[in-house]
């Protein structure tokens, strides 16, 4: 690395803590998250944030490999990491609630066309008998009043 990209960095970091000194305080979250339990799914460590408690903190727990149970750690949420989280929860929630009415609409549109498509069916059925009924009527007219069989006698 050369000087100046080292000196770069260094001012990159320095705006960084000035504009939000979270992200440096305390590092040693990062490092208790990463010593955390391996147990789920993915691997991931297990991290804790009860929101809705009545004490309106956002402590942050992490569950304890050796008994299994949540350990509360010193660290705090910031109140806009859990705002932002929310908002793009409810959004998300909104987005799925939308696209299930919308499949519900579909739905009911393809039963309502597959309705009238048996209804056209019932339709041409008829149409195809009433057809049939006025060639007949048709043909006993141009004969006279008589049918094709005594037409021959």
Same mark, same amino acid.
């Given at each position: 690395?050369?000087?100046?990209?080292i000196?770069?960095?260094?001012?990159?970091?320095?705006?960084?803590? +000035?504009?939000c000194?979270?992200?440096?305080?305390?590092?040693?979250?990062?490092?208790?998250?990463? +010593?955390?339990?391996k $147990?789920?799914?993915?691997?991931?460590?297990c991290?804790?944030?009860?929101? $809705?408690?009545?004490?309106?903190?956002?402590?942050?727990?992490?569950?304890?490999? =050796?008994?299994?149970?949540?350990?509360?750690?010193?660290?705090?949420?910031?109140?806009?990491?859990?705002? $932002?989280? #929310?908002?793009?929860? +409810?959004?998300? $929630?909104?987005?799925?609630?939308?696209?299930?009415?919308e499949?519900?609409? #579909?739905?009911?549109?393809?039963?309502?066309?597959?309705?009238?498509?048996s209804?056209? =069916?019932?339709?041409k059925?008829?149409?195809? #008998?009433?057809?049939?009924?006025?060639? #007949?009527?048709?043909?006993?007219? =141009?004969?006279?009043?008589?049918?094709?069989?005594?037409?021959?006698?």
């Open positions: 690395m050369t000087v100046m990209l000196k770069l960095i260094e001012d990159v970091v320095r705006t960084a803590q +000035k504009i000194p979270c992200i440096f305080d305390k590092r040693e979250l990062f490092k208790m998250i990463q +010593k955390g339990p $147990n789920s799914a993915v691997g991931d460590p991290i804790y944030i009860y929101p $809705n408690r009545h004490d309106h903190s956002l402590a942050v727990y992490i569950k304890d490999a =050796k008994t299994g149970r949540k350990k509360k750690t010193d660290f705090v949420l910031p109140l806009w990491i859990w705002n $932002n989280t #929310s908002a793009l929860l +409810k959004r998300r $929630n909104e987005l799925a609630a939308k696209v299930g009415r499949t519900a609409e #579909s739905r009911r549109q393809e039963d309502r066309v597959e309705k009238l498509s209804q056209v =069916k019932l339709v059925k008829e149409v195809f #008998s009433i057809r049939k009924d006025l060639q #007949s009527i048709a043909t006993y007219l =141009k004969t006279g009043g008589r049918t094709p069989i005594h037409a021959n006698h």
